[in-house]
């Protein structure tokens, strides 16, 4: 994708950019998921930290995600981020990622449009990418699945975007849908290009610890879970170790 397949376009309070190629000439009411109703288009909705919608269009689908916050801020503050430039908000910078890793051909969502809604010093934020099928690895993981094959792919797959510099700011199990022999990550808020560094193992550490959540119990009982583990460390370090 080159940089002329991305669009700018200011409407009012709004600032868009856009894959002119799906989106075309983006408008305030294609990151409202009340439009999206109107037009028949809205085929699912998703709840978690954003909410999200699956819209269907024409040969592919969406995913329109609003940006919400998490952690201890949540609880005073919903949606709202502090303006400090177009290209320093929070879906232009995951609309970039997603755009300049899609062309490296890492497993990622396709980027569709980013919109930023400024109210005064704060805005409110959606992205809309094309949705990956698969399920998440979370799903996987609480139907017993340990396929070390499984789990290698997974390794090898966090291997080449590491190897890239690319630092995902929220991998766990969730975040990785996995359908058939691909997998592919999602979800790369805050997410940022490093150097290689020890962030890498930092990295796949908290992936573990999302494992270990999820499985509870099972995780220190069952030698399976610990071969499956290490199968996706030699994956991931077979590809670091590559370059």
Same mark, same amino acid.
């Given at each position: 994708?080159?940089?002329?397949?991305?669009?700018?376009?200011?409407?009012?309070?709004?600032?868009?950019?856009?894959?002119?190629?799906?989106?075309?000439? +983006?408008?305030?009411?294609?990151?409202?998921?009340?439009?999206?109703?109107?037009?028949?288009?809205?085929?699912?909705?998703?709840?978690?930290?954003?909410?999200?919608?699956?819209?269907?269009?024409?040969?592919?689908?969406?995913?329109?995600?609003?940006?919400?916050?998490?952690?201890? $801020?949540?609880? /005073?503050?919903?949606?709202?981020?502090?303006?400090?430039?177009?290209?320093?908000?929070? +879906?232009?910078?995951e609309l970039r990622l997603l755009r300049a890793m899609?062309?490296?051909?890492? +497993?990622?969502?396709? +980027?569709?449009?980013?919109?930023?809604?400024?109210?005064?010093?704060?805005?409110?934020?959606?992205?809309?990418?094309?949705? $990956?099928?698969?399920?998440?690895?979370?799903? #996987?993981?609480?139907?017993?699945?340990?396929?070390?094959?499984?789990?290698?792919?997974?390794?090898?797959?966090?291997?080449?975007?590491?190897?890239?510099?690319?630092?995902?700011?929220?991998?766990?199990?969730?975040?990785?849908? $996995?359908?058939?022999?691909? $997998?592919?990550?999602?979800?790369?808020?805050?997410?940022?290009?490093?150097?290689?560094?020890?962030?890498?193992? #930092?990295?796949?550490?908290?992936?573990?610890?999302?494992?270990?959540?999820?499985?509870?119990?099972?995780?220190?009982?069952?030698?399976? /879970?610990?071969?499956? /583990?290490?199968?996706?460390?030699?994956? /991931?370090?077979?590809?670091?170790?590559?370059?």
């Amino acid at each position: 994708m080159n940089s002329e397949s991305l669009f700018l376009s200011r409407q009012e309070s709004c600032l868009m950019l856009a894959d002119d190629r799906r989106l075309g000439h +983006p408008k305030p009411e294609h990151f409202e998921p009340r439009w999206w109703q109107g037009a028949g288009r809205v085929i699912g909705e998703a709840k978690g930290r954003g909410s999200a919608w699956f819209l269907n269009i024409d040969t592919e689908q969406w995913v329109l995600r609003h940006y919400r916050r998490g952690g201890m $801020v949540s609880r /005073w503050v919903e949606d709202t981020y502090l303006y400090t430039g177009a290209e320093r908000s929070r +879906p232009f910078r995951e609309l970039r990622l997603l755009r300049a890793m899609e062309a490296r051909g890492l +497993p990622v969502p396709a +980027p569709v449009g980013a919109c930023l809604s400024r109210q005064g010093l704060l805005y409110r934020a959606d992205l809309i990418s094309v949705r $990956v099928p698969g399920q998440p690895l979370s799903k #996987r993981l609480m139907e017993g699945d340990s396929d070390p094959g499984l789990f290698r792919r997974v390794g090898e797959v966090i291997g080449r975007f590491h190897a890239e510099g690319i630092f995902h700011a929220d991998l766990n199990a969730h975040n990785i849908l $996995v359908e058939g022999e691909c $997998v592919h990550l999602i979800d790369f808020d805050r997410s940022q290009w490093r150097r290689p560094g020890h962030w890498q193992r #930092r990295n796949l550490e908290r992936l573990q610890r999302s494992v270990k959540k999820i499985l509870a119990s099972d995780w220190a009982e069952e030698a399976q /879970w610990q071969q499956a /583990w290490l199968a996706l460390e030699q994956g /991931w370090r077979d590809v670091i170790k590559k370059g």
